[in-house]
């Protein structure tokens, strides 16, 4: 359909189909459709309000664009990846990047897609790289690390070259656009199990049926009432479960009902914020090293998360037990070091 019919229509606060809404984003990842166009047509929709059909459709071509990384899987089913959306402003340190150490230890297969900070002071890319692991591996090498080692990093604008035609509108806007929400739908790997923090509660519920529509097997889509897009360890979680067969179950999650203590503010604050990158290793380290404190306890009810999302664990309280296991037997620890290895050697 022609841009400005479409753009009529959204002003009209009226849903594109998800063929309408198919054609117009190979325009746009094409390059086909005018800056002006481009931003005229993000916020009309952020008005609107993106329906789950219009988010599932972006994220289909996005996919299309993107650079694959060649994962059989057919032969690792329960491939699982750790993201959130970013933008909750909490500047925690790399949660779900520490997660996915402790998850691939416990046996999952991670496929992590990551990029820069959007909302933190160092992103996964960043704290990655701070740790001597080269983040720049080609696809068939980025498969072979999960095949080989457990768990594997895309960096995003690797995988994504189409974005250049979106970047520069995008940081002119200096707003959330639905771009904010496809990036953790567009994992190069084909993921089909995942652990996704949202940057609101409305989100929830509305990734989860993307994901449905979308083809994906098991996800836990979370967003804590402190404004975390990861699973907290104060106050309740949002967290929805797509389940294999379709079904989505919608609960709230209290990490003190799995035994993670209740820690004052200001303990929390000075357990999880990073200010800088010289921060962020320190909470990951310490975390890694099974120290007590809430940079652990939040890494292992996350962790447990993307062990039950893989189907490595059968419940949330079942993957946290093992991801406590994993760091008290310093396995976690050591997954990092192999993951580093292999990255420098590649």
């Known amino acids: ?25 190979r325009q746009v990842m094409a390059g086909d459709v005018l800056p002006t166009q481009l931003a005229a047509f993000l916020m009309a929709l952020r008005v609107k309000r993106e329906s789950v059909e219009e988010i599932a459709a972006a994220a289909q071509v996005m996919r299309e664009f993107a650079t694959p990384v060649p994962v059989q899987l057919e032969q690792i089913p329960g491939l699982v990846d750790l ?27 991670v496929a992590k897609h990551g990029g820069r900070a959007v909302s933190s002071s160092t992103g996964s890319a960043d704290v990655l790289e701070a740790l001597g692991a080269n983040i720049h591996l080609a696809p068939n090498q980025v498969a072979r ?26 940081k002119e806007l200096g707003v959330r656009t639905i771009f904010n929400i496809l990036g953790p ?16 509660t409305e989100l929830v519920r509305t990734q989860a049926e993307v994901l449905r529509s979308l083809g994906s097997q098991h996800v836990l ?44 503010a200001e303990d929390l604050q000075r357990g999880l914020s990073a200010r800088n990158k010289d921060e962020a290793l320190a909470r990951l380290k310490s975390a890694l090293s099974d ?17 039950w999302a893989a189907d490595v664990a059968t419940s949330l309280a079942d993957g946290i037990r093992q991801a406590r296991a994993v760091l008290q037997s310093g396995a976690a620890a050591k997954k990092l070091d192999e993951f580093v290895a292999f990255t420098r050697a590649a």
Request: proline share 5%; net charge negative.
């Open 1 to 25: 359909m022609p841009l400005s019919e479409a753009l009529n229509r959204l002003v009209a606060r009226q849903d594109l189909s998800r063929d309408e809404m198919l054609s117009l984003m």
């Open 83 to 109: 993201c959130g959306t970013g933008g909750d402003g909490a500047h925690t340190f790399n949660i779900s990047t520490t997660a996915m150490f402790v998850a691939a230890a416990a046996g999952a297969r």
């Open 145 to 170: 690390c999960i095949d080989e080692v457990g768990v594997g990093f895309m960096f995003a604008p690797n995988h994504h070259a189409a974005m250049k035609h979106v970047a520069p509108v995008r």
């Open 185 to 200: 739908l567009t994992n190069p790997a084909g993921a089909r199990h995942q652990l996704m923090g949202v940057f609101s």
């Open 221 to 264: 889509v979370v967003h804590a009432r402190n404004g975390l897009d990861e699973i907290a360890i104060e106050g309740e979680t949002f967290l929805a479960e797509l389940t294999s067969d379709g079904d989505i179950h919608e609960r709230l999650v209290f990490a003190q009902q799995y035994g993670v203590p209740a820690y004052s």
């Open 291 to 307: 120290e007590p404190g809430p940079a652990r306890d939040i890494v292992v009810m996350n962790a447990g998360a993307a062990l």
